[in-house]
């Protein structure tokens, strides 16, 4: 019994659990392999007690649910998505937000102070720049762009840009944020990956949207702030923005910036299910002014197109009134948001009718009940007086792609002859009624959008049999439609005012098949029947208001109006000399798969042919642009003008002689201060090194048109094909 009475004094000294001396109290302990098995429990008991690190640092931050893997070590989401560093640290602990923000306040407020004062910013280290994501002297100046866009102050830049630094890095929390950076002074500074723009360029920016590109897709409300914008959507803030920077003369180089940065917000954005109905206005205005680009094969306006319809339909756009069927949440219908998705699901279906009319492609448009109701059955339904005649004129356009070009029992979809001749008469009809109805609206920007539908119409006589009854009708037909719409747009250009090249992308790409018509016309039969000095004169303005509309050097406008200009010089520039009236079948076309657009693709085809046999140089043909009416065959000798419509410069007048002066655009009122930079070349990271305009065509082409020789270093970017 004294065994019992009396502990150990290595176990005493131990202090063991209460269970292990319990158990050495009762005589339990009396053999080793008992102790053994004891410390193993103990062990494993221990481990349990110690809290066990699941989720990294950056995720425990923000006290959000982390699946990090720790073996093998696996990234969570969270931080591949947002590109933080995931570790897991056992030291670390958590910054408490209000005091991490009283902090910003004060070294905020003293910054303030010292830019109002002019006074440098101490302590700025170099290091503490490239904290903030900015570049040291050296890398700057072997960059193509500057990263950060400040408001231009009395102090020296040099004082002005170590305060945005300091500022940059105060914002650089890498633990807090998911979206741009900001600061409160006086506005938000905002902020997409390495690029910042301040409150007052912010506010310029949105006033030249609204000012000149919002009048030709008018569905956003301007009384809204530009922070209500990124409130609702950073992704449609960005993209307005990037759409003011097209041509803003206070920083040439900000779309440039802007391009890879908002492309690749596009894309994140769209892989984060669900989505709002805002990033379908976003896609939308992408789609109407999509980011300069060299060739079709690196341009995604069509497919971003159709994630724009399926997001709108996903989000039950399309049904506004039930959006409650289309959500897990119960919705509450307020009047005007059903009013705005209304508006927002007709400009969806405008902007998707004209994608696929200008790129030659099956329209993924539906008009239904919502576009179709009658204002009486319900007044939220009802469209605004600059948006329901812009939605029937695209409704006929889809009638016209319907009608003409997706017969089920044709392989490109053409339906015959005959019925293409019948349906053509109805067609013409619906459009001298939808003319007559819209003309009491006096518009020019609607009169732009409805010739160009009568374009979109007549184009299909380039499918025509040369044997067909009514022929020459239906060509002078096109003709006249041809005629009628380029005088419109051009008349934007000296009667309006410099409006052109705020256009939509779909007004430059019916340009482009206008010209196309004019040089098809005029090297057929058909020249005898035509006023050759007027057609000359037009086309010669065509093709300086095409290189007008180019946003960026080297950019598909201005490729492909050259393209235009030297098949309008070269390979047989005037029709026939012996006048011959006979009917030829010079005019039916190779490429037939593309709907209207057939046409403009059979030239650029026909092109590329002549081209590789003749080994021209496009290149050098950009740096020293073609004039049409030079008669002479040679490369860059017989030019005229500067090989790029400076984007400074919204008019194209100073150009060709033949366009009547336009009148200058107003900036005293937007504060925009004219810039000596230069456009230096496309976005980098963006645009892809493919100069292959057509490549939606390689299917087609391939083989047939790669040139057997390089070419030069164009803007920065290698050359490594044509056209």
Request: a negative charge.
């Amino acid at each position: 019994m004294a065994g019992v009475n009396q502990l150990p004094v290595s176990v005493a000294a131990d202090g063991v659990h209460g269970r292990k001396r319990n158990m050495a109290i009762a005589g339990i302990d009396s053999s080793p392999g008992s102790m053994e098995d004891m410390d193993d429990n103990d062990a494993r008991e221990e481990k349990r007690r110690q809290p066990v690190k699941r989720a990294c640092n950056e995720c425990r931050q923000q006290k959000l649910r982390c699946d990090v893997i720790q073996d093998p070590w696996t990234d969570c989401s969270r931080c591949r998505r947002l590109r933080l560093d995931c570790k897991i640290e056992s030291n670390f602990k958590r910054v408490g937000k209000r005091s991490r923000n009283a902090e910003m306040e004060r070294e905020i407020m003293e910054l303030r102070k010292q830019i109002a004062t002019g006074q440098s910013v101490p302590g700025m280290s170099q290091q503490r720049a490239l904290t903030a994501g900015q570049l040291t002297p050296k890398q700057e100046s072997s960059q193509v762009s500057p990263a950060v866009y400040q408001t231009p102050s009395a102090m020296s830049a040099d004082q002005y840009m170590g305060s945005q630094e300091a500022v940059a890095s105060l914002l650089d929390l890498r633990s807090g944020f998911d979206g741009a950076n900001f600061m409160r002074n006086g506005g938000q500074i905002k902020r997409i990956e390495d690029v910042m723009v301040v409150p007052e360029k912010i506010a310029e920016l949105f006033n030249i949207f609204f000012t000149y590109y919002h009048p030709f897709l008018p569905f956003l409300d301007r009384n809204q702030s530009p922070e209500d914008y990124y409130s609702s959507s950073s992704l449609l803030f960005w993209i307005v923005i990037s759409v003011g920077a097209r041509r803003y003369q206070g920083d040439s180089n900000l779309l440039n910036s802007l391009a890879g940065p908002v492309t690749r917000l596009v894309w994140s954005t769209l892989a984060d299910i669900p989505q709002s109905y805002h990033v379908v206005k976003a896609l939308a205005l992408l789609c109407s002014w999509p980011f300069p680009t060299s060739s079709t094969s690196t341009d995604p306006t069509f497919m971003l197109c159709g994630m724009m319809v399926q997001v709108a339909m996903q989000l039950g756009l399309h049904r506004p009134s039930h959006t409650q069927d289309f959500s897990k949440f119960r919705v509450e219908l307020i009047e005007d948001e059903l009013k705005d998705k209304v508006r927002t699901w007709a400009i969806c279906n405008i902007v998707a009718q004209r994608v696929s009319t200008g790129y030659g492609q099956p329209s993924s448009t539906l008009y239904d009940w919502t576009l179709s109701s009658s204002d009486s059955l319900d007044p939220n339904f009802k469209l605004p007086e600059d948006i329901r005649p812009r939605l029937e004129i695209e409704k006929f356009c889809d009638r016209v792609t319907r009608a003409l070009y997706t017969n089920r029992r044709d392989p490109v979809g053409l339906t015959s002859d005959h019925e293409r001749s019948t349906m053509i008469s109805f067609l013409s009809r619906d459009f001298e009624e939808l003319e007559e109805q819209l003309k009491p609206q006096n518009d020019c920007i609607t009169d732009l959008f409805l010739r160009a539908a009568n374009l979109h119409l007549h184009l299909s006589a380039f499918f025509d049999e040369p044997t067909t009854k009514n022929y020459r009708e239906r060509l002078l037909s096109l003709y006249v439609a041809t005629t009628s719409f380029l005088e419109v747009v051009l008349n934007l250009e000296t009667d309006v005012g410099p409006v052109l090249s705020y256009t939509p992308y779909y007004v430059y790409q019916m340009m482009v098949a206008a010209g196309c018509t004019l040089l098809k016309l005029c090297k057929s039969f058909f020249a005898s029947h035509i006023d050759m000095e007027y057609t000359r004169n037009l086309f010669n303005r065509t093709i300086w208001a095409i290189r007008g509309v180019s946003a960026s050097s080297n950019d598909l406008p201005e490729r492909l109006a050259e393209v235009l200009a030297q098949m309008w010089r070269l390979g047989g520039a005037t029709h026939r000399s012996n006048n011959s009236t006979d009917v030829d079948d010079s005019l039916r076309l190779k490429v037939r798969c593309r709907m209207s657009m057939s046409l403009l693709f059979d030239s650029v085809w026909r092109w590329r042919e002549d081209a590789r046999t003749k080994g021209r140089n496009i290149e050098a043909y950009l740096k020293n642009p073609t004039n049409p009416d030079s008669a002479a065959d040679s490369s860059a000798t017989s030019s005229v003008g500067p090989a790029h419509t400076s984007t400074l410069t919204p008019g194209i007048s100073g150009n060709d002689p033949s366009l009547a002066p336009a009148p200058l655009l107003s900036q005293a009122s937007l504060g925009i201060q004219p810039s000596t930079t230069q456009p230096t070349g496309l976005p980098s990271g963006f645009i892809e090194p493919n100069y292959e305009v057509f490549d939606p065509l390689n299917w087609l082409l391939d083989g047939l048109v790669d040139l057997p020789y390089s070419y030069s270093t164009m803007g920065g970017i290698e050359s490594q094909g044509i056209l």
